[in-house]
Nanobody
Framework: QVQLVESGGESVQAGDSLRLSCEASGRTFSRATVAWFRQAPGKEREFVAAIFRSSGNTYYRDSVKGRFTISRDSAKNTVYLQMSSLTPDDTGVYYC???????????????????WGQGTQVLVSS
């Protein structure tokens, strides 16, 4: 049984930085594709970033490129999302998702991920 636990979300001001963490238990993260999604009130869940399997290659939605960085610490079985220059548009619940068999062309599709965390709230005030 894989469990994902996110942490690090909080209320910040525009321009601030935050680091979110996603810690896994039950299975090693090192070969998984791990992604961050977010969902703002009244909106659909959207892809934010992913780190693909053991390649370590990373992928981002256009609006966060250059501001967000996804990384993995295999020793801690944890994936991070470092966020900087936050704007109110970054507000939402951030979810960590993982899958061990997903293909590259599907990493932006939430329905392709088998395991999800409970989410952590990020609120960015202007």
């Amino acid at each position: 049984q894989v469990q994902l636990v996110e942490s690090g979300g909080e209320s910040v001001q525009a321009g601030d930085s935050l680091r979110l963490s996603c810690e896994a238990s039950g299975r090693t993260f090192s070969r998984a594709t791990v992604a961050w999604f977010r969902q703002a009130p009244g909106k659909e869940r959207e892809f934010v970033a992913a780190i693909f399997r053991s390649s370590g290659n990373t992928y981002y939605r256009d609006s966060v490129k250059g501001r967000f960085t996804i990384s993995r610490d295999s020793a801690k079985n944890t994936v991070y999302l470092q966020m900087s220059s936050l704007t109110p548009d970054d507000t939402g619940v951030y979810y960590c998702a993982s899958d061990w068999t997903i293909i590259l062309s599907s990493i932006r599709e939430a329905r392709q991920y088998d395991y999800w965390g409970q989410g952590t709230q990020v609120l960015v005030s202007s």
